[in-house]
T-cell receptor, first 113, second 118 residues
Framework: GESVGLHLPTLSVQEGDNSIINCAYSNSASDYFIWYKQESGKGPQFIIDIRSNMDKRQGQRVTVLLNKTVKHLSLQIAATQPGDSAVYFCAENFNNAGNMLTFGGGTRLMVKP | GAGVSQSPSNKVTEKGKDVELRCDPISGHTALYWYRQSLGQGLEFLIYFQGNSAPDKSGLPSDRFSAERTGGSVSTLTIQRTQQEDSAVYLC????????????????FGSGTQLSVL
């Protein structure tokens, strides 16, 4: 079946550096992608989204890049802060199925002071 | 309320017992979702409610799982005859709407219920 993402790898970065978290998706029909941040003991929190008719979208300190050719999604966090430490999930949606999302396994980001 | 509220936050039960998990969505949100998150894994879709329409139950793993949503607001997820493999965090989310061809609405998640089946 379709799958999204990797099985919880860990990315360790120094405070102030930029972080890049990657995600691979397998359903070429997916047309909407979202990044969520999940801190310990909390539910996932929306970070940024992108539709398939775009290849880049920027938010505050975050940028999402979409490469449909290789079915790859990335989240870039500028000037990473200790508060960015969390597990990051990518999610995909296809066929305008609203918010019935398929989630990846997540990436743990650890920020070293 | 200010956010999606779930109760209890933690539930420990014995194998074979039934459990009920509750979700209070954000006021005014018509769409409600249940997801399950196993340890170190991503989120698995379970069931979705939109207004008064029949729920989409396509993600429920077995007939031991059921959910209802009363009055278009509060939802209860029931797991009958719990098994150890049911142990997970059960997350509820809501959004303002969900509809084909329309802009996807942001999902707001609760903090989840940690279910442990002994």
């Amino acid at each position: 079946g379709e799958s999204v993402g990797l099985h919880l790898p860990t990315l360790s970065v120094q405070e102030g550096d930029n972080s890049i978290i990657n995600c691979a998706y397998s359903n070429s029909a997916s047309d909407y992608f979202i990044w969520y941040k999940q801190e310990s003991g909390k539910g996932p929190q929306f970070i940024i989204d992108i539709r398939s008719n775009m290849d880049k979208r920027q938010g505050q300190r975050v940028t999402v890049l979409l490469n449909k050719t290789v079915k790859h999604l990335s989240l870039q966090i500028a000037a990473t802060q200790p508060g960015d430490s969390a597990v990051y999930f990518c999610a995909e949606n296809f066929n305008n199925a609203g918010n019935m999302l398929t989630f990846g396994g997540g990436t743990r980001l650890m920020v070293k002071p | 309320g200010a956010g999606v509220s779930q109760s209890p936050s933690n539930k420990v039960t014995e194998k074979g017992k039934d459990v009920e998990l509750r979700c209070d969505p954000i006021s005014g949100h018509t769409a409600l979702y249940w997801y399950r998150q196993s340890l170190g894994q991503g989120l698995e879709f379970l069931i979705y409610f939109q207004g008064n329409s029949a729920p989409d139950k396509s993600g429920l793993p077995s007939d031991r799982f059921s959910a209802e949503r009363t009055g278009g607001s509060v939802s209860t997820l029931t797991i009958q005859r719990t098994q150890q493999e049911d142990s997970a965090v059960y997350l509820c989310a809501s959004s303002r709407r969900q509809g084909r061809g329309k802009a996807n609405e942001k999902l707001f998640f609760g903090s989840g219920t940690q279910l442990s089946v002994l």
